[in-house]
DNA sequence: ATGTTGTTTCTTGTATACGAAAGCTTGACA
DNA sequence: TGTCAAGCTTTCGTATACAAGAAACAACAT
């Protein structure tokens, strides 16, 4: 999986695009980024099918390939599904956790804090997503996990911009806890519950970010 | 999407590998599918990628690409997850579904109902299929619809086996009645339980099922 | 007899070459 | 001056050629 260059470009490619080094819409000409990365054709095809498979460009034959324009609604829903996901994997999780996965997702959320309080914005992120990978595994179920890592993984450039709002970390920080002590009473509707209201919130910034966005850009 | 040969290519080896043509675990020439197929390889590798992306096969660098063995836990896993999307979509469908498509699932369901009377197995399945498809939609969540639509269309010819047991299809019938019924109050909480318990009970009596081959093959 | 090593062969991964289709430019005509 | 058409360029899709890595087999040594 990670031997051939077909493989490495890829990755570049799907990073380069998250980054936001290629702009939505903007077309990737196949000969230019294969004397970019010095390689032919080939590979640069295989990697820019893989991330149409992804969903990260758009293919229109005979046209050429284009970074996909992701629209405010389709994010949402997107926001939305991901709640979903992380209510099932709550769900699932009470009743399956482990003392020990739980004393680490106390463990983590500490560091959290702390990241917090220290202003260390790149360590909370850090945190905060070690926080939900734990709760996906401990689902106990590992298609689920793995839907659920690469949904989360295409929502993390969103979810950057909207985390900076005064007042949420904190609050979402509360929210971490009280979904610990769910787990911890093995509730499952409530830690569902409660894991969709914290994802859905996210979706909710987001919508008054766009529309404030909207109104001054 | 459709024009170039790949895009033919791919979409039968897929119909090929689901329905059993290559047993699992084979490898896929690339020479030999390409002479098969009357193109070059280039076309067959470019196939193979997207089956790799979806997850039918695996590739293994050097080594070639091999039709993935489904082994009976992630299948169970899977169908827990079809049921949590289900139960995800019908949560949302009932706040958003339409008078108009209220009716429409009645109509499938008496149509449903008359292909099991008339012992109309195919018949059966694709009334099966609409109802479940028309929640998706009514879910008013385009991106869920689609990944729902996603791994029932994965897990369909798995469903398939399990059907046949005796009296699944009039209980079936009858869960899909009170699915339309709890839609029609608009109660999410009780559509969701109900839309997870149609779908979880078919992993369960699949469980069965491979319990049983187990012991007498 | 068995384990190891070298060789051979087969298959993948990458490069290059070629044909076809879509868009752009240029020129002519209304 | 505007519009349409023909050819020209560019880029995609496919074919073929070549290189490199892995597996199989055989031969040799212990």
Redo the contacts with the bound molecule.
């Keep these: 999986m990670s ?6 470009i890829a990755e570049t490619l799907e990073d380069q695009i998250l980054r936001g080094r290629f702009a939505p819409g903007t ?6 980024l ?1 004397d970019e990365h ?9 990697a820019l099918q893989r991330l149409a498979a992804a969903g990260l460009v758009e ?7 284009f970074v996909r324009e992701i629209g405010t609604i389709e994010l949402l829903e997107m926001f939305e599904v991901m709640a979903e996901l992380e209510a099932a994997c709550g769900r699932l999780a009470a009743r399956r956790i482990s003392d020990e996965a739980l004393d680490e997702l106390d463990r983590v959320n500490e560091r959290c804090h702390a990241a917090m309080e220290a202003g260390a914005i790149d360590g909370y992120y850090r945190e905060n997503e070690s926080f939900h990978h734990l709760i996906y595994a401990q689902s106990g179920n590992g298609f689920l996990e793995r839907e659920a890592i690469r949904l989360h993984r295409r929502l993390k450039p969103f979810r950057r911009t909207q985390l900076h709002l005064r007042g949420r970390i904190a609050q979402s920080m509360q929210e971490h806890r009280e979904i610990v002590a769910a787990l911890r009473e093995g509730e499952a509707e409530r830690t569902a519950a409660l894991l969709r209201d914290h994802v859905a919130i996210q979706s909710e910034k987001f919508r008054h970010l766009m529309a404030g966005l909207r109104e001054t850009g």
């Design positions: 031997g051939s260059r077909s493989d490495r077309r990737l000409d196949e000969t230019r294969a010095e390689v032919s054709r080939t590979p640069v095809r295989e293919q229109h034959p005979r046209r050429g390939v």
